[in-house]
C-alpha cells in the first residue's frame, strides 16, 4: 500500500479523526490552511476526482451526505467551502480523492474574504489549499 491517505483510512498511519463509518473517513488536515480544515476521502482508493465514474459515484453520493455532519462535527457553525484539487494543474498533492472542508470564517475574516482558501495561488501550493 504505497498511499498515504489508504494508509490513514487503514489505521496504519495516524490521524485526528472528525467521522468514520463504513465507506468513508474525515480528519484534521496535518497543515491547515483554514481555522477549521478538515478533509473526507473514501476507504477504499480512488485516485482523483478525475476517477469518478457510475461505477463508485454513490460511494462520492455518500461522502457528500456526511459531509454536513462532518462540518457540524468540527464545529464549523456558518458555513464552510468544499474543495477538491484534482491532477498536476490543481497541484493535487495526495494522490487519493479528498475534500477539504474549510470554515471557521468567523475566526479569520481576512481569508474568507481575500480567497486565500479558494485555490492555490502558487504551483508549490504554499499558503493556499
Ligand atoms: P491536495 O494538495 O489537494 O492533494 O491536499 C492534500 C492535503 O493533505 C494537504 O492539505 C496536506 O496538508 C494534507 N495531508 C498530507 N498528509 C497528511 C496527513 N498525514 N494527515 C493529515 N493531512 C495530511
Same mark, same amino acid.
Given at each position: 500500500m504505497d498511499c498515504i491517505?489508504?494508509?490513514?483510512? *487503514?489505521g496504519?498511519?495516524? $490521524?485526528?479523526?472528525?467521522y468514520e463509518d463504513e465507506l468513508c473517513l474525515a480528519f484534521y488536515d496535518i497543515a491547515p490552511q483554514a481555522p477549521v480544515h478538515v478533509l473526507v476521502i473514501p476507504k477504499t482508493h480512488i485516485?482523483? *476526482?478525475?476517477e469518478i465514474s457510475a461505477d463508485n459515484s454513490? &460511494?462520492?453520493a455518500h461522502i457528500f451526505e456526511v459531509i454536513p455532519k462532518v462540518a457540524a462535527s468540527a464545529g464549523i457553525t456558518n458555513g464552510y467551502r468544499v474543495i477538491t484539487n484534482c491532477g498536476e494543474d490543481a497541484c493535487q $498533492?495526495?494522490?487519493h480523492l479528498h475534500f477539504h472542508? &474549510?470554515?471557521?470564517?468567523h475566526l479569520s475574516e481576512q481569508?474568507?474574504?481575500?480567497?486565500?482558501w479558494i485555490f492555490r $495561488?502558487?504551483?508549490d501550493g504554499e499558503g493556499s489549499v
Open positions: 491517505f489508504c494508509k490513514i483510512a *487503514a496504519v498511519i495516524p $490521524s485526528n479523526k472528525v485516485a482523483s *476526482a478525475d454513490a &460511494l462520492v $498533492s495526495v494522490k472542508i &474549510l470554515g471557521g470564517a481569508m474568507a474574504q481575500d480567497g486565500t $495561488s502558487s504551483p
